[in-house]
């Protein structure tokens, strides 16, 4: 198995331990931050999209820019913008980037966001045009001659050929509904999930997979799973520096107003936020290193579930992960650029020898053994 890594750029100084201010977009900072993914050995970064951020597109080109390895995922979602141009969009940062051209569909959680941007649809219906969006996505850079449409959600004629990519752009899908494993594990390259317990990530794995082969699929997509881990050279350190970290978050979603969907302070309508605050109800911590209290605290507001632990815990819970078939891990901080530092110096060496030694020899290595958990909390 080959095992990526994944991150998320940010276009700003500032972040949840350190609520940004000023200008929207620093585009130094930006240069300064993607060079920094790119050095510590990310493969991807996400680009994120939201009705308030920076455009996606734009973003993602100036990552391309600068880098020369890294990966952009543009994040998009499908009322904003009409599938052939997006297929033209991503083609062209396909072609400007010599193939490092990711999508990521954002079908949408929550009503309220998407009513800011003129999406009244149910989210079911959100699904059906997502999977009708991808499918004219793929044909217009596949269609060799002129080729119309009539669907439920898009309608043209006579479209194409269309601006072709350098090479295949991988799809990536997301969510944890009926909805989500449908359409992912039918037209998803990559489906994406939150950081939940192994039970549960294992269960959603399978769902994924049994979507895939029901829409008669001979492949699955690949598994992409977000974490938030706060690491130190020991496990006492970082649990020290969990809970300074989780006091300052307290405070800052209090009083600093970082809710990323505006009025949405009750419970969460889409089912992944649902899915970690159930997980942070059953336990603060689970299994070797997955820590729920920061989804708890944050009302779950997008991936909110941390691994805590030593350079060597956490890469071996990220093996753990690994071991039920996820291969893209993406690891995002608090203190977003020293944590991705930090995780290119002293994670994904660790988690990428181990790898490396086990299709050498064909034996697991011994990371760190299975601490033990005692009703919730790290005994």
């Known amino acids: 198995m080959t095992v990526e890594f994944i991150s998320a750029v940010n276009v700003r100084p500032g972040d949840e331990l350190n609520p940004p201010s000023g200008r929207g977009l620093d585009p130094a900072y930006l240069r300064r931050y993607s060079l920094a993914l790119e050095e510590a050995g990310f493969d991807y970064t996400l680009v994120p999209y939201g009705s308030a951020g920076a455009d ?101 004629r006579d479209f194409g050929p269309g601006f072709a990519p350098y090479g295949e752009i991988p799809i990536s899908v997301g969510g944890s509904s009926d909805a989500a494993y449908r359409v992912g594990g039918a037209l998803g390259d990559i489906f994406g999930l939150w950081g939940e317990p192994l039970a549960d990530t294992r269960d959603q794995i399978a769902r994924v997979a049994a979507s895939a082969a029901a829409a008669g699929r001979s492949d699955t997509p690949r598994i992409w799973v977000t974490f938030r881990p706060i690491i130190a050279a020991t496990d006492e350190l970082a649990w020290e520096k969990a809970h300074r970290h989780i006091a300052t978050l307290a405070e800052n979603y209090a009083n600093a107003g970082l809710v990323p969907f505006r009025g949405q302070t009750g419970a969460p309508q889409n089912v992944g936020s649902q899915r970690l605050l159930d997980a942070a109800s059953r336990g603060e911590v689970h299994d070797r290193a997955l820590w729920t209290k920061p989804a708890a605290v944050t009302n779950a507001q997008g991936a909110s579930t941390a691994l805590v632990g030593s350079y060597d815990t956490v890469a071996a819970a990220i093996l753990d992960y690994v071991d039920l078939g996820a291969d893209l891990i993406s690891i995002r901080g608090y203190d977003n650029l020293n944590d991705a530092i930090d995780y290119g110096r002293h994670v994904l060496p660790l988690v990428r020898q181990e790898l490396a030694h086990r299709e050498a020899t064909g034996v697991r290595g011994e990371i760190v053994p299975q601490p033990p958990i005692v009703e919730g909390v790290r005994a």
């Not at 991503?90 to 980037?97: E, I, N, P, W, Y």
């Not at 490092?100 to 219906?125: N, Y």
């Not at 059906?128 to 596949?142: G, M, V």
């Open 56 to 156: 996606s597109f734009v973003v993602a080109t100036a990552v391309a820019a600068v880098t020369e390895r890294i990966k952009p995922i543009v994040a998009v979602r499908p009322n904003t913008v009409f599938p052939t141009v997006a297929a033209q969009q991503l083609a062209t940062l396909d072609q400007f980037s010599n193939g490092r051209a990711v999508v990521h569909i954002i079908s949408g959680g929550s009503d309220a966001e998407q009513a800011r941007q003129g999406d009244f649809l149910s989210k079911d219906e959100r699904y059906d045009r997502s999977a009708e969006w991808i499918e004219i996505l793929r044909r217009s850079w596949t269609e060799q001659t002129p080729f119309s449409h009539e669907g439920t959600y898009y309608r043209f």
